[in-house]
Nanobody, 114 residues
Framework: QVQLVESGGGLVQPGGSLRLSCAASGFTFSSYTMRWYRQAPQKEREMVAGISGSGSKRNYGDSVKGRFSISRDNAKNTVYLQMNSLKPEDTDVYYC???????WGQGTQVTISS
């Protein structure tokens, strides 16, 4: 059974940083691309960042390029999202997902406000 548990969200002032974590279980983690998404109420889910199983390939949404960085630790079955230079428009619930699995965690709330 695939489980994804996101953590690390919080309230941060504009310009600040946060590091999100997603602990995965129930599948061979290192074999799968992992992605971070975000979604606010009444809005479509937006892909934020993706990383290949080995970690050698990464891609980012246009709105976060140069500010966010995705990484993974396959020994810990965990994917991370380092978020820098945060803006109010980054406020959302952030989720991780492995393409191919229709399984989502509870998400972690990120709020950027002064």
């Amino acid at each position: 059974q695939v489980q994804l548990v996101e953590s690390g969200g919080g309230l941060v002032q504009p310009g600040g940083s946060l590091r999100l974590s997603c602990a995965a279980s129930g599948f061979t983690f290192s074999s799968y691309t992992m992605r971070w998404y975000r979604q606010a109420p009444q809005k479509e889910r937006e892909m934020v960042a993706g990383i290949s199983g080995s970690g050698s390939k990464r891609n980012y949404g246009d709105s976060v390029k140069g500010r966010f960085s995705i990484s993974r630790d396959n020994a810990k079955n965990t994917v991370y999202l380092q978020m820098n230079s945060l803006k109010p428009e980054d406020t959302d619930v952030y989720y991780c997902n492995a393409p191919g699995f229709d399984s989502w965690g509870q998400g972690t709330q990120v709020t950027i406000s002064s």
